[in-house]
T-cell receptor
Framework: DTGVSQDPRHKITKRGQNVTFRCDPISEHNRLYWYRQTLGQGPEFLTYFQNEAQLEKSRLLSDRFSAERPKGSFSTLEIQRTEQGDSAMYLC?????????????FGPGTRLTVT | AQKITQTQPGMFVQEKEAVTLDCTYDTSDPSYGLFWYKQPSSGEMIFLIYQGSYDQQNATEGRYSLNFQKARKSANLVISASQLGDSAMYFCAMREGNGGSQGNLIFGKGTKLSVKP
């Protein structure tokens, strides 16, 4: 049984650099979500996909952020020109769209530190 | 306006005792779902339990139960027979709409539970 996986688990980068994170959802799940979590807070929604279509984006997702899910399977989240305020845990989750439950299952997260 | 409120930043409980973690929510949507997640120090969010707004009975899942009081807009998590491994952050979350266009979860700030031996 393979859960949601994320890569890398940790990333340290210098301000101004670009970073890319990958998320592999549970194989039969058609929905994929990205969240950001800062210290002492709950996760905040960034964006989500149903299959390859990006259906919703939060206002938190500035122009420097872009997410893709080209074949409806794995997804990437890219941050361009990173800033220190981007330091956070980036969480990916997946779910099935059918049914009222639709529980989201999370990956282990990618912890980004911008120096 | 804050949609999910968890008023207890931290809680202590003795091992083997029960503990209740509070959660209140705010929504005007008649159809919504409420979730509880556990986040150990390792960072992964673990789904615990779900309550739908139209569910007549309180949800239960092993040692976890959800005390759903719709009129009060509260969805408290009850953990029975606490174990040392229950020490973690606990997040209450809500999804508005019945898995339709509003797919994302809205989380509270969490409660840190510490189980004492």
């Amino acid at each position: 049984d393979t859960g949601v996986s994320q890569d890398p688990r940790h990333k340290i980068t210098k301000r101004g650099q670009n970073v890319t994170f990958r998320c592999d959802p549970i194989s039969e799940h058609n929905r994929l979500y990205w969240y950001r979590q800062t210290l002492g807070q709950g996760p905040e929604f960034l964006t989500y996909f149903q299959n390859e279509a990006q259906l919703e984006k939060s206002r938190l997702l500035s122009d420097r952020f872009s997410a893709e899910r080209p074949k409806g399977s794995f997804s990437t989240l890219e941050i361009q020109r990173t800033e220190q305020g981007d330091s956070a845990m980036y969480l990916c989750a997946s779910s099935l769209s059918s049914g009222p439950l639709g529980a989201q299952y999370f990956g282990p997260g990618t912890r980004l530190t911008v120096t | 306006a804050q949609k999910i409120t968890q008023t207890q930043p931290g809680m202590f409980v003795q091992e083997k005792e029960a503990v209740t973690l509070d959660c209140t929510y705010d929504t005007s949507d008649p159809s919504y779902g409420l979730f509880w997640y556990k986040q150990p120090s390792s960072g992964e969010m673990i789904f615990l339990i779900y309550q739908g707004s139209y569910d007549q009975q309180n949800a239960t899942e092993g040692r976890y139960s959800l005390n759903f009081q719709k009129a009060r807009k509260s969805a408290n998590l009850v953990i029975s027979a606490s174990q040392l491994g229950d020490s973690a952050m606990y997040f209450c979350a809500m999804r508005e709409g019945n898995g339709g266009s509003q797919g994302n979860l809205i989380f509270g700030k969490g409660t840190k539970l510490s189980v004492k031996p």
